[in-house]
Structures are given as structure tokens and as C-alpha cells.
């Protein structure tokens, strides 16, 4: 070997170079001229001998190598099954052939099994330069595989990055929606205190007014002996009726707060109002434990209810009512059930504020509405609700039970 290769296999100061070396060999002797071959070229070798699949196995799990160099045919083990086992290892070790007598074909085979290089034994000159250059290679694999991994670990951080921002972006124009939402709320909450408050203050007053005009009318009318004073006394009553009306639906308007927390006792008490205020039957049931719910929940779905109840009467004709509260699970559902002119389709519907709002209260509180038509006499309004603790529950006895009919 030149004093050049010599050379290479050193540092400046004419260290050798450290090497881990397994060998694959069943003969002693040979495996001794390995090591001295590479001692001569340089290296500090540091060998362990196995010459089964056992002990390999063994060796490959308690230390790791530099070099693997491995006799082709043995009594109990051969190089393609040693390359067998690195394979099933997954470990990138340079594997050489150090063989006696190997032909040309079964090399070939070899190298395209994952082999790096195969050296004759009365060749051993070729050693050097073949660990040198697979030494080399196994730096530069390994190079490559760090930065592929550093790429990969940036890419990953890259994308999390992007999908922080990301979520962070959709939080913002998620609580934006929200603000707005609640906005909108609130500006239908205003609105219908504010049409209570005229319905109250000026229609009724109105009323009112007209109903002592005509009072007075009745009695001049009488006092003359006039033969229209049954028609000015039925005037009388019939705005007598509408006055009452008038009343009764500006405190309906007008009205934010609740009377109490438990929404089975709110809906009920807008069972009542329903039949007090409208004269049409309205029914109100609990199937179940109805949870304990924040008191915005129970706002928010009290006034659903009370918007369902109002287009069932407004625009279904609604001749019946009826209202029910079931808890199954973690879910409480609360239903409208009108008995009407079904609802119209789905596209009509979007376009109208009151249905509009209705969602937007149902997703405040983060609860789905469905509205759909029930057969051909009337409509379904279905609010469910998740609920996370669904054993705290407070029952409230309604009538006889559960059941309870709204008749003021």
C-alpha cells in the first residue's frame, strides 16, 4: 500500500483512525489478516467476530458498527443472509465481501442485494481504498439523510406556523361573527321592545281614546232615543276587543327579562300566554330531567320558542300549539309542533329576518334548529341542544306529572 493511502486513513498529527469493525468470519486466522490489513493501511480497528445469525443479531443490537466485513459462504451462516439481517435491521453500515472464492454472477447478485463492494482474500490491497471510499459514502448518506430530516422538521414547524395562523385568523372572524351576531340580537331585542312600547304608549292610548268617544256617543245617542245606539255600543265592543289585543301584544313586545330560570317553567308560561293572548289550545310537556342551563341559554331559547310560536300563529294559521322539552343523553331537544298551513321551502325561508334571528340565537348558544313541514297540516320547529352535564338535572312537576296544558 503507497504511503499516500496510508496517509489518508490519518489526522495531521499521525493518529490512526478509529474503526469499528464486524466481522463476519468463521475462521480465526482469516479474521486476524483482516485486522492486520487494516492496521497496516492505517485504521485503528476495534473487531468483533461472529460467524452465526444469532450472534450478529446480538452484536447489531448492543453496539453500533462503522464496517461490516463478511466471509460469503460459512458452515453456519452466509453473507446474503448477514445482509439479510442488516436489511432487517434498517441500518446503513457499509457491507463489504471478504471471500476465498466467489464467482462473478453471485457477487453481482450480492451488490444488487444491497452489498457495497466484494474483495478476494488474496486481494486484500483492494481493502483500504474500498473502506475508504464506503466510509466516505456512509458520511455522505448520512449528511443527506440530516438534512432531509432537518427539511422535513422545517417543514413541519413551517406548517404548523401556518396553521396557527390560520386557526388564529378563522378564531378572529369566528368571535367576529359572534360580536356581530349577538349585535344583531340585541338590535332585534330593542326593536321589539320599541314596537311594544308604541303598540302601548301610542296605539293603545289611541284606543283607549276612541273607546270614551264612543262611550259618550252610545249615551248621547241614548239620551235622544236614537235607534243606532246597538250598533254604536257592538262598535264599542269590537274595539273594546282590539284595545285588549293591542295590550296584550305590546307586553309581549315589550318584555325581556324571564320570570325565573328554569326553562320549563318559562315555556310554560308562555303555554299560558299563547291561549290567554290568541284563544287557539297550546300544550306544553317535559319528557325527562330538563339540565341546568345558563341563564343566556334559557333567554335564548325561550325566545325561539316564543318566535316559533309566533310564525306558527302569523304566518301557519296555526290552529293548535303545542311545545315540548326531552332530554335523550347529552342532548335536550325542545320542539314547536303547529297544527297549520305548512311551512314554505327552505329557500323562501332564508330571506326572512325572524327565521334569520331564530338561527342566530340557536348558534350563540351553540345549539342546531331545523324547521320542517309535518305531513300536510302544519310545521315542526326542533332546537337541540348539547349538554355536558347532563346527570345535574332540576325537575319541576307540571300538573299532574310532566304534562301540562297552557290555559292561562
Known amino acids: 500500500m503507497s504511503t499516500t ?10 493518529a490512526r483512525q478509529p474503526l469499528r469493525v464486524l466481522l463476519v468470519e468463521d475462521s ?20 468483533q467476530r461472529v460467524d452465526t ?25 452466509s453473507a446474503p443472509e448477514a445482509l439479510q439481517v442488516l436489511k432487517e435491521g434498517r441500518l446503513d453500515v457499509p457491507f463489504i465481501i471478504v471471500s476465498g472464492h466467489i464467482e462473478e454472477e453471485t ?20 481493502l483500504a481504498p474500498a473502506v475508504e471510499r464506503e466510509l466516505r459514502e456512509a458520511q455522505v448518506r448520512c449528511a443527506r439523510q440530516k438534512s432531509e430530516e432537518d427539511l422535513r422538521r422545517a417543514h413541519e414547524e413551517l406548517e404548523t406556523r401556518v396553521v396557527r395562523a390560520a386557526n388564529l ?39 283607549t281614546g ?16 236614537h235607534s243606532c245606539v246597538g250598533d254604536a255600543r257592538r262598535i264599542q265592543e269590537v274595539v273594546q276587543d282590539i284595545t ?26 308562555l303555554a299560558g300566554n299563547v291561549k290567554k293572548t290568541f284563544d287557539i289550545p297550546c300544550e306544553f310537556s317535559v319528557s325527562g330531567g330538563v339540565p341546568d342551563l345558563p341563564e343566556d341559554t334559557t333567554l335564548q331559547l325561550y325566545k325561539i320558542a316564543q318566535e316559533a310560536v309566533s310564525n306558527a300563529i302569523k304566518h301557519g294559521k296555526a290552529t293548535q300549539v303545542s311545545i315540548c322539552l326531552a332530554q335523550s343523553a347529552v342532548i335536550l331537544v325542545m320542539s314547536i309542533e303547529n297544527k297549520g298551513v305548512p311551512f314554505a321551502s327552505a329557500a323562501s325561508a332564508t330571506h ?9 340565537r340557536a348558534r350563540t348558544i351553540g345549539a342546531s334548529l331545523e324547521i320542517k313541514p309535518v305531513s300536510k297540516s302544519g310545521t315542526i320547529v326542533t332546537c337541540a341542544l348539547p349538554v355536558e352535564d347532563g346527570p345535574k338535572v332540576s325537575r319541576r312537576s307540571v300538573g299532574s306529572g310532566e304534562l301540562a296544558t297552557g290555559g292561562g
Open 5 to 14: 493511502q496510508n496517509q489518508a486513513s490519518t489526522d495531521a498529527r499521525g
Open 28 to 47: 480465526e486466522a482469516d479474521a486476524n489478516l483482516l485486522r492486520r490489513a487494516l492496521e497496516r493501511s492505517g485504521f485503528e480497528p476495534r473487531c
Open 53 to 77: 445469525r444469532e450472534a450478529m443479531e446480538l452484536a447489531l443490537r448492543t453496539e453500533s458498527w462503522d464496517l461490516i466485513l463478511a466471509d460469503h459462504a460459512m458452515p453456519q451462516f
Open 107 to 126: 457477487a453481482i447478485q450480492a451488490m444488487k442485494a444491497g452489498a457495497h463492494d466484494f474483495i478476494m482474500k488474496d486481494r486484500l490491497a483492494r
Open 169 to 207: 385568523k378563522l378564531q378572529n372572524v369566528i368571535e367576529e361573527r359572534k360580536r356581530l351576531e349577538n349585535e344583531l340580537l340585541e338590535i332585534a331585542e330593542h326593536e321589539r321592545r320599541r314596537i311594544g312600547f308604541d303598540l302601548h304608549d301610542d296605539l293603545g292610548q289611541k284606543l
Open 210 to 225: 276612541v273607546l270614551f268617544m264612543l262611550k259618550g256617543l252610545e249615551q248621547r245617542l241614548a239620551a235622544e232615543g
Open 244 to 269: 285588549r289585543h293591542t295590550h296584550d301584544l305590546a307586553r309581549q313586545f315589550s318584555s325581556l327579562g324571564l320570570r325565573g330560570n328554569d326553562l320549563a317553567s318559562v315555556l310554560q308560561g
Open 352 to 360: 326572512r329576518m325572524g327565521l334569520r334571528i331564530m338561527n342566530y
